[in-house]
T-cell receptor, first 113, second 113 residues
Framework: AQTVTQSQPEMSVQEAETVTLSCTYD???????LFWYKQPPSRQMILVIR??????QNATENRFSVNFQKAAKSFSLKISDSQLGDAAMYFC??????????FGAGTILRVKS | KAGVTQTPRYLIKTRGQQVTLSCSPI?????VSWYQQTPGQGLQFLFE???????NKGNFPGRFSGRQFSNSRSEMNVSTLELGDSALYLC????????????FGQGTRLTVV
């Protein structure tokens, strides 16, 4: 069975600084997808960034980028120039072609002004 | 383009009753998945429907069931409610196939008293 581990229950970052959220996963499959979702207090899950396992190039979306290390099964999220609106719970998630998402426990990100 | 719509947003039920939650996916999306989110267990996969067929099922008792209609709308039913069923129920839609990018609704907050 696939598992996703987020070892940081909570992180803090100063506004305009950079923060990295960690995620490791375990799978025996070779074809899969990895995601970072953001869940603000409104509880709406918002897709932040997605990575296909077959792509070696790390995905980027504006201030958000990932460090995908397939051999190490590591998938960290870097947020640059942090903004107050980035404060939320962040979930790392894994999906094979089945469409089922397996989530980590989440990391609460606090942004200090 | 309308997002994923879940109704109702909030629900209070008594132990032993049953409840039906509804999810309307994004137009053109054929896959609908359901997740339960609780503080203790985190986000857990319930089931996924694709073209009216249950394609995946999580590890939940038979009291949890679902279905999908020809217009891709999905309903989830929980019978004989227990206090532990209190949770945020999230629905996600995707195109299905090899594109597993999922978009979430705002959820239904179920409280069992």
């Amino acid at each position: 069975a696939q598992t996703v581990t987020q070892s940081q229950p909570e992180m803090s970052v100063q506004e305009a600084e950079t923060v990295t959220l960690s995620c490791t996963y375990d799978t025996s499959e070779s074809d899969y997808y990895l995601f970072w979702y953001k869940q603000p207090p409104s509880r709406q899950m918002i897709l932040v960034i997605r990575q296909e396992a077959y792509k070696q190039q790390n995905a980027t979306e504006n201030r958000f980028s990932v460090n995908f290390q397939k051999a190490a099964k590591s998938f960290s999220l870097k947020i640059s120039d942090s903004q107050l609106g980035d404060a939320a719970m962040y979930f790392c998630a894994y999906s094979s072609r089945s469409g089922k998402l397996v989530f980590g426990a989440g990391t609460i990100l606090r942004v200090k002004s | 383009k309308a997002g994923v719509t879940q109704t109702p947003r909030y629900l209070i039920k008594t132990r032993g009753q049953q409840v039906t939650l509804s999810c309307s996916p994004i137009s053109g999306h054929r896959s609908v998945s359901w997740y339960q989110q609780t503080p203790g267990q985190g986000l857990q996969f319930l089931f996924e429907y694709f073209s009216e067929t249950q394609r995946n099922k999580g590890n939940f008792p038979g009291r949890f069931s679902g279905r999908q209609f020809s217009n891709s709308r999905s309903e989830m039913n929980v019978s004989t409610l227990e206090l532990g069923d209190s949770a945020l129920y999230l629905c996600a839609s995707s195109r299905g196939g090899t594109n597993t990018e999922a978009f979430f609704g705002q959820g239904t907050r179920l409280t069992v008293v």
